[in-house]
């Protein structure tokens, strides 16, 4: 009898173990996928036509991200090549696995490399590729659902509920049943009747878990609801580049099977090679502030090297905007506003600079289809300054985290 003692102790130690290690990692789980946003990938952003929102919100992506654009192009709207990729490489290393308590125990500067996100992003437009990568990287943000006290003692209650008391009962119901006397006349009866009661508190206890996972998803809902506008800087630095396929002519000859002397040719066309060109590069700051809890206002500053598309060389590019946004965390519009300066020296010209201005304006807005889908939209009426002439450009993309 000492053996199956020992055996029903040893059994629902385990089973207390399991339960409790599977409600910190769901509490753990439900800290690190709190995301106030799932803004389009800073290589969009270096591509300019891929995004409907040029000034994106703070998101602490902990897993990678996937986007899609689509553009309006000469075959209509779709979905190739306006794809990108986003990843955070130090927070996968070091903090993807462990506990979140191990975040909270890291170096102020160690959790701001955590947010280093990089990107890569295709665009065609202008009869031409695009490919374009990106780093960007937190400064500042007013709130870290995984540095918030207040918000992480909420997920452990709510992840904790009435399944411990319940674990600690049918604890004592393995080891009573184990204690039965198999001698006892009426063993068979008992045993039944207690496999009945393990099997009743069991299915209590899937009840109680299934009531956790409802309230660690409601006390994750209420602090997006109430953060998602919270105020942060965010600086970020990225490449363009146009790549096309380089098409190899190849060429065979041989004698004429019908006419002696006569030698025939035949080409063959492949495209087996890539050709990339280092077009440009950017760095931009960019950030917000939230006013209540349903106004954002932010802004960015950005500085560039981008091809011209009418002078075909190198220039600057200085840009600055501004963007309002209302709404909540599930839906919000925006009304965004941005000036570009572009100066190109002119090939056909030594000395002489061809100068552009534009306005954009930009109204859309997103939509969190789901906690890991988001679909932002926007209408773009691009003026020259300069000439008068516009440009009116319908975006939609959507981002999902792929967890």
Known sequence: MHYKLAFAFLLASRLLLA????????????????????????????????????????ASLHDVKVDWSLTNGQAGYTLSPGLGLEVQPVWML??????????????????????????????????????AWAAKINLYRQHDP??????????????????????KVVGGQYNQRHRLNKRDKDYKQQYEGLSDTIETTLYNIRQAEREQGQRLV?????????????????????????YEQIK??????YESPTVPGQVDTVSFVTQNSL?????????????????GRHVMLSGMLRYAKKPSVLADTIGQQLSFGTNFRYGSHRYNFFIET?????????????????????????????????HNVMLSFGIRRMKDLDTGTFLLQPMININCMMR
Request: no cysteine; hydrophobic share 40%; glycine share 8%.
């Open 146 to 167: 995984l540095n918030d006290p207040q918000f992480l003692k909420e997920v452990e209650q709510a992840s904790k509920v009435k399944k411990d008391s319940l674990l």
């Open 94 to 131: 070091f903090f993807d696995r462990a506990a979140a308590a191990k975040y909270r125990r890291a170096a102020p500067i160690v959790r701001t490399l955590s947010t280093l996100s990089l990107s890569a992003g295709t665009n065609g437009s202008n009869s031409r590729n695009w490919l």
């Open 248 to 253: 190899t002519v190849i060429a065979k000859t």
């Open 338 to 370: 941005f000036y570009d300066q572009e100066s190109y020296p002119l090939s056909e010209a030594p000395g002489l600079t061809l100068e552009q201005k534009f306005f954009a304006l930009t109204v859309g807005g997103d939509w969190r289809i789901s």
């Open 19 to 58: 339960q409790n290690d599977a409600s910190a990692g769901s509490a753990s789980r439900v800290a690190k996928s709190t995301e106030f946003a799932i803004p389009s990938s800073p290589a969009f952003n270096m591509l300019n036509g891929n995004t409907p929102s040029r000034i994106e919100r703070y």
């Open 218 to 242: 409601e006390a994750r809902e209420q602090y997006v609801s109430e953060h998602w506008n919270a105020s942060y800087l965010d600086f970020a630095f990225g490449r363009l580049l146009r």
């Open 275 to 291: 050709k990339l060109d280092q077009q440009g590069y950017g760095a931009w700051l960019s950030g917000g502030i939230g006013l």
